[in-house]
C-alpha cells in the first residue's frame, strides 16, 4: 500500500518559515538538489493546499526560462509530469496534471491507496499536513535539519495533543551541514501505548489484588 509523506526543509527549532515570512535559509545547494530530484522521482502523486499549488506553479513553464542550469531544468521536467491533487475552497480550475480534490483528505487518500500505481502519496504545506497529521494518515515525516535557529513561524510538527512513536528509518548528513533524517510511524506501539495508557498503575494493580485476596479470605 502506497506511503503518505511530509517532506519538508525545517530549522533546528522546529519551523519551516521564520517569524518574518522568509525560509531563504532553506534554499538548497547543488548536493541537496540533486537528492531532492532522486526522492521526487519515488513520488506518485502530490497533495497540495492553495498557496502550495500557487507557489509551485511556476514550475509549470519553468523549462522555458533561459537562466535554468540543468538539474532545476530535470526538477522541473519530474514536476510538470507528477500527478496533483489540490485541496481549494476557492478555486474552481486548476493548470497542468493537476485537477481538484472532489472529497476530503481522508476520502482522497483512501481512493488513492485504493488505486493501482506506485510511488508515495506526498503532502505538501503545513496546513494540509496538519488535518493529515490529525487524522493519523501520514505514515513517514521526512526532514531536512538546517543549522539555524529562526525562533518562531510556521511549524513543521502539527501542534495536536496526541502522541506518535517514530522509527528513524534513513539519515544522511550533507556537506553543508544539513541533516536529512526519515522516520516511520510505528503505529502498533502506538496502539499499544494507547491501550496501556488506559490500564492501572503497577502499584495500584497490586493493591486491588490484595483487597480481591482479603475479601476472599474474610478479611
Do not use: C
Request: negative net charge; aromatic residues 8%.
Amino acid at each position: 500500500m502506497r506511503s503518505v509523506t511530509y517532506s519538508m526543509g525545517v530549522s533546528l527549532d522546529g519551523y519551516i518559515v521564520g517569524p518574518d515570512g522568509g525560509f531563504a535559509w532553506t534554499e538548497p545547494d547543488e548536493e541537496i538538489f540533486r537528492s531532492w530530484i532522486d526522492r521526487t522521482r519515488e513520488v506518485g502523486v502530490h497533495l497540495l493546499g492553495r498557496r502550495l499549488y500557487e507557489t509551485m506553479l511556476y514550475w509549470e513553464t519553468a523549462d522555458q526560462d533561459p537562466s535554468l542550469d540543468d538539474s532545476k531544468l530535470e526538477w522541473a521536467a519530474l514536476w510538470t509530469r507528477l500527478p496533483k491533487v489540490v485541496f481549494s475552497t476557492t478555486l474552481s480550475a486548476v493548470e497542468g496534471n493537476a485537477r481538484l480534490a472532489s472529497g476530503g483528505l481522508a476520502e482522497e487518500i483512501e481512493r488513492l491507496r485504493a488505486e493501482p500505481g506506485e510511488g508515495d502519496i506526498a503532502i505538501g504545506g503545513a496546513t494540509l499536513a496538519a488535518e493529515a497529521a490529525a487524522l493519523g494518515l501520514i505514515d513517514e515525516y521526512r526532514t531536512l535539519v538546517h543549522p539555524v535557529l529562526v525562533g518562531g513561524g510556521i511549524p513543521y510538527f502539527p501542534r495536536h495533543e496526541r502522541r506518535v512513536d517514530l522509527e528513524l528509518v534513513e539519515t544522511r548528513t550533507f556537506g553543508s551541514q544539513v541533516v536529512y533524517l526519515r522516520h516511520r510511524v510505528t503505529r502498533q506501539a502506538h496502539s499499544r501505548n494507547a491501550a496501556a495508557s488506559h490500564d492501572p498503575p503497577d502499584s495500584l494493580s497490586g493493591a486491588r489484588g490484595q483487597d480481591r485476596r482479603r475479601t476472599r479470605n474474610g478479611t
